[in-house]
């Protein structure tokens, strides 16, 4: 039953957005009664932050091309082409947009990216182990810096985001780590 | 007039955000009557383009400290603090959640950007100019790079920003700069 709620929840924000997410169509969408929802989920955004909880779990394919300069510009145009997904785009972009709204979502948000700032260090952690950057580093702070300008595109400046765009902002942070700032 | 119902949108938007912005509270606020500001604005998107265009105009207290270093910290601080004031953040941050709400407000957000962007470019220019930088540096994407990490922090990854946080993400935009990627 979570798992009919939870597609039903992603469909709805992929069609809708925050704005028109409902209890009443995620029940009737996933199949579950209404009084269950409400029950279980309490209200929308119990429903975002549960979709949000188990995405966060999801394994994510962490690019593993042997120098971090690849694997760094890997993990930048994943982001990118996640939101130029038709699929995909508006749902994550229905996320960020719910978090700004709802202190309970920017919870379960913050959650989120916690998770996958863990995950995706791991491309930095390989780096330092080759020697390709030193051992001080930050290594989830590399991996906000090289994801930032792409997200401050998108939802802060709402300017396209190229591929030259993305790999440019994963070598400025990789530029900096080698300099010893992050 | 319209400094008057300006004023009154960006003091509704202080108190209420996006979502409790009305036309009839910012007509009530600003004593001009609310069928003329339903003509003169159309709507909320209408009095919230309107502010950021005026606010677009404003000149900016571009820091100008003798060396890149400093004047783009001085940058990113502004831009914390900005959003750590009382009175200005709750405003600021407003912008921002109506721009991913309504493609009005993000056309005038993406034309509020651009104007800032091209202002603070500046300390990029006479950094070339002082031959700190390179002279063939992006003197936009510096400033994007250098912001970005604030954003991200405060609206997507929702995380606290530290003065530190600040000053790293302008070092970082200025390595990357110096490495000669931006």
């Not at 995405?55 to 996640?82: C, F, H, K, N, Y």
């Not at 379960?108 to 390709?132: D, K, N, P």
């Amino acid at each position: 039953m979570r798992d009919a709620v939870r597609r039903a929840t992603l469909a709805e924000l992929g069609e809708h957005g925050y704005a028109g997410l409902t209890v009443e169509n995620v029940a009737e969408r996933s199949g579950v009664h209404k009084t269950t929802v409400y029950r279980r989920w309490g209200n929308v955004t119990g429903l975002i932050s549960d979709a949000l909880d188990l995405a966060a779990d999801e394994p994510w394919p962490i690019p593993d091309t042997g120098s971090i300069e690849g694997d760094l510009r890997g993990i930048v145009q994943l982001v990118r082409s996640g939101f130029d997904d038709p699929g995909l785009g508006p749902v994550s972009s229905a996320f960020v947009a719910a978090a700004m709204q709802s202190p309970d979502a920017a919870r379960a948000l913050h959650a989120f990216f916690a998770a996958r700032h863990e995950q995706s260090a791991e491309v930095v952690r390989r780096a330092v182990t080759r020697g390709e950057l030193p051992g001080h580093v930050d290594v989830h702070e590399v991996i906000r810096v090289a994801v930032a300008p792409v997200y401050y595109r998108l939802f802060v400046a709402h300017e396209p985001v190229s591929e030259q765009d993305a790999a440019r902002a994963a070598d400025a942070a990789l530029a900096a780590a080698r300099a010893g700032v992050l």
